[in-house]
C-alpha cells in the first residue's frame, strides 16, 4: 500500500446509529451479529470468521440473493481498540474483478449521547468506480445495521 491514498480513490461514510457505541463496536466484532448486517441487501453474508486483535484475520462470504457466484472477501486487523477505532485490511477473492488489491478500511466509533457516531473510511480503492460500488455496498450494509438495531430494540434490547 502507498504512503498516501489519492483523495478520488477515497471513500467516507458518516453515520449516527442509535445504539451506545459500546453495542455498536460489538456489533462490528462478534461474528455472530457482524454477520447478521454485513453485506448489501442483495449480496448479504452467508458466511463470517474473525479474530479481532491486532495481526488477526477475518474472512466473510456474501452470496447474491437472486443466485450466482458467491463473493469472498477478507483482511488482517491492523488496530483494534475498543469501543473506539478498528482499523483493518480489505482484499476480494479471486471471484470479484478487483480482487487482490488490498484497501485500508478504518471506523472511528464516537459517542454522541446515548447514540454512536460512526465515522468511516476506505483508503485505496483501485479506481472511482470501486470506491463508488463500495459506496453502494457499504450504505446498503449501514442501513442493515439500523435494521438490526431496530429489531433489537423491539425484543428489548437483547444482542
Same mark, same amino acid.
Given at each position: 500500500?502507498?504512503?498516501?491514498?489519492?483523495?478520488?480513490?477515497?471513500?467516507?461514510?458518516? $453515520?449516527?446509529?442509535? &445504539? /451506545?457505541?459500546? !453495542?455498536?463496536?460489538?456489533?462490528?466484532? +462478534?461474528?455472530? *451479529?457482524?454477520?447478521?448486517?454485513?453485506?448489501?441487501?442483495?449480496?448479504?453474508?452467508?458466511?463470517?470468521?474473525?479474530?479481532?486483535?491486532?495481526?488477526?484475520?477475518?474472512?466473510?462470504?456474501?452470496?447474491?440473493?437472486?443466485?450466482?457466484?458467491?463473493?469472498?472477501?477478507?483482511?488482517?486487523? $491492523?488496530?483494534?481498540? &475498543? /469501543?473506539?477505532? !478498528?482499523?483493518?485490511?480489505?482484499?476480494? +477473492?479471486?471471484? *470479484?474483478?478487483?480482487?487482490?488489491?488490498?484497501?485500508?478500511?478504518?471506523?472511528?466509533?464516537?459517542?454522541?449521547?446515548?447514540?454512536?457516531?460512526?465515522?468511516?473510511?476506505?483508503?485505496?480503492?483501485?479506481?472511482?468506480?470501486?470506491?463508488?460500488?463500495?459506496?453502494?455496498?457499504?450504505?446498503?450494509?449501514?442501513?442493515?445495521?439500523?435494521?438490526? !438495531?431496530?429489531?433489537?430494540?423491539?425484543?428489548?434490547?437483547?444482542?
Amino acid at each position: 500500500m502507498d504512503a498516501t491514498a489519492d483523495a478520488d480513490t477515497v471513500l467516507e461514510i458518516t $453515520r449516527v446509529f442509535d &445504539a /451506545p457505541r459500546e !453495542l455498536i463496536f460489538r456489533l462490528w466484532t +462478534d461474528p455472530q *451479529h457482524f454477520g447478521k448486517w454485513i453485506g448489501p441487501r442483495h449480496h448479504p453474508a452467508v458466511h463470517v470468521e474473525m479474530d479481532v486483535r491486532p495481526g488477526g484475520a477475518w474472512r466473510a462470504c456474501l452470496r447474491p440473493v437472486a443466485g450466482g457466484v458467491d463473493l469472498w472477501q477478507g483482511g488482517q486487523y $491492523r488496530e483494534v481498540v &475498543a /469501543p473506539e477505532r !478498528l482499523v483493518y485490511t480489505f482484499a476480494w +477473492d479471486k471471484e *470479484h474483478p478487483a480482487h487482490g488489491h488490498e484497501t485500508l478500511v478504518t471506523v472511528i466509533f464516537a459517542e454522541d449521547g446515548n447514540r454512536t457516531k460512526m465515522s468511516f473510511r476506505q483508503e485505496f480503492l483501485p479506481s472511482i468506480a470501486e470506491r463508488d460500488g463500495h459506496r453502494g455496498g457499504w450504505s446498503s450494509s449501514f442501513d442493515r445495521l439500523d435494521d438490526l !438495531l431496530r429489531a433489537m430494540r423491539v425484543r428489548g434490547g437483547q444482542a
